[in-house]
């Protein structure tokens, strides 16, 4: 809350440009100044001041309110509770679909999907309420240039063929994603802190992040002497600055994630890095040595940004073409599982397929393994070096 504009402090015009002038833009800014020093950038006697500071301290307070009133306006007003996934079974499961004012990441090796989910929910955001939409434009910050505006384009048309059906509400939906590209921490960090105003001026109502893990693991390599902190640091700063945006606007916040490969030794091995049967390997535990270890395929960026996120979708392959979904981490839904396609229309789930044979890790998302490959990809020689225990069944490729 103290990241709140003094715009919307309700502070006069000229006193919010006069402190802009001394960089004064934020509650945090204000509050952090001393009785002096505000007298002096405000040009305001010392009562005055105190009346201000009170003015901006109940301002960016979080205000208190009882369970009943959160339900009552989530009652009166569906649409500002959750963004419809058009996945029914998903938004049966999760009570809407995906919630506004929290985060949400969705987590995959490559090539499971994550920016076609992006995309796709890119086009619903823009929707008329009416059609389960927020009816407002979207931010979408593009880390690693997957972003295509003819993706995008096809999947609207496939998905809403009767809904756009002129190319003026084609244009009307494209102009509302705002697209950035930045492909540095401190470049996506700037963005996140300047968002606030863009989403009152632009009518914002969903923010992306595409990924978040790609720029932070190119900067930081945890093995270097204070990196780990810094690290962090970042994350829980963004974090921090998310969550208040999509509390206070009551907006949803989608933020994509990689994999890692965790063995029993201690070590962590960039999973998306790594080729699909090297990734195997490591996960069935292969060694130099020849002994095998023990390990799985989990979300990036470590156990303290799991629990930074609400909701935890992980997106993993099973028999070509079909691919799995899994609800791992949700204040509402249980674990889940579902099979989907990729289609022109994005993602399509393929709800009467038997969904048998699934693991949950124990009660921790952070842990939960990812399958990186298809079982109908592998090799036949590294299915012979496997112990007798792991090769007996197919199914239980599905752990990695």
């Not at 301290?57 to 009943?68: D, E, F, G, I, V």
């Not at 756009?164 to 009307?172: G, H, L, P």
């Not at 629990?307 to 099973?318: A, E, G, W």
Request: net charge neutral; proline share 4%; charged share 20%.
């Amino acid at each position: 809350m103290a990241a709140k504009k003094l715009r919307r402090a309700r502070l006069s015009q000229e006193l919010c440009e006069r402190l802009s002038r001394h960089q004064i833009t934020t509650c945090q800014d204000f509050l952090c100044l001393s009785l002096l020093e505000l007298m002096k950038v405000t040009g305001q006697n010392y009562y005055d001041v105190q009346k201000l500071l009170c003015k901006v301290s109940r301002a960016c307070a979080p205000k208190m309110q009882t369970a009943y009133e959160m339900k009552l306006r989530k009652s009166v007003n569906p649409s500002s509770a959750f963004l419809s996934t058009t996945l029914h079974s998903l938004d049966k499961v999760l009570h809407g679909g995906v919630p506004c004012g929290s985060l949400t990441e969705i987590t995959s090796p490559p090539g499971c999907g994550k920016t076609q989910f992006c995309i796709m929910m890119s086009v619903l955001a823009t929707l008329p309420v009416s059609m389960g939409g927020l009816d407002g434009a979207v931010i979408y910050i593009d880390t690693e240039s997957a972003f295509s505006a003819e993706r995008l384009i096809e999947i609207a048309g496939n998905r809403f063929p009767a809904y756009f059906d002129s190319d003026e509400k084609v244009f009307c939906m494209t102009r509302s994603i705002h697209l950035y590209r930045e492909l540095t921490c401190g470049s996506v960090l700037k963005r996140i802190m300047s968002l606030e105003e863009e989403i009152i001026s632009k009518k914002v109502k969903l923010i992306i992040i595409d990924s978040v893990a790609s720029v932070v693991r190119k900067e930081f390599d945890t093995k270097l002497q204070g990196n780990l902190a810094e690290r962090s640091n970042f994350l829980a700063r963004g974090a921090s600055m998310l969550k208040y945006l999509a509390e206070e606007f009551s907006i949803p916040v989608i933020l994509t994630n990689q994999i890692t490969t965790s063995l029993s030794n201690g070590l962590a091995i960039q999973a998306d890095l790594v080729s699909p049967a090297d990734d195997l390997s490591l996960s069935e535990g292969a060694s130099g040595s020849g002994k095998r270890e023990s390990g799985c395929v989990t979300a990036a960026l470590g156990n303290t940004w799991s629990h930074s996120v609400n909701t935890r979708l992980i997106l993993q392959y099973h028999d070509l073409p079909i691919r799995q979904l899994l609800v791992p981490k949700s204040p509402v839904a249980p674990f889940s599982a579902f099979f989907y396609t990729i289609e022109k229309s994005g993602l399509v789930l393929q709800d009467g397929k038997d969904q048998t044979n699934l693991t949950w890790e124990g009660t921790n998302p952070a842990l939960q393994t990812i399958q990186v490959r298809n079982t109908a990809l592998k090799d036949t020689s590294l299915d012979a070096a496997l112990p007798s225990t792991i090769g007996e069944t197919p199914n239980n490729t599905s752990n990695l």
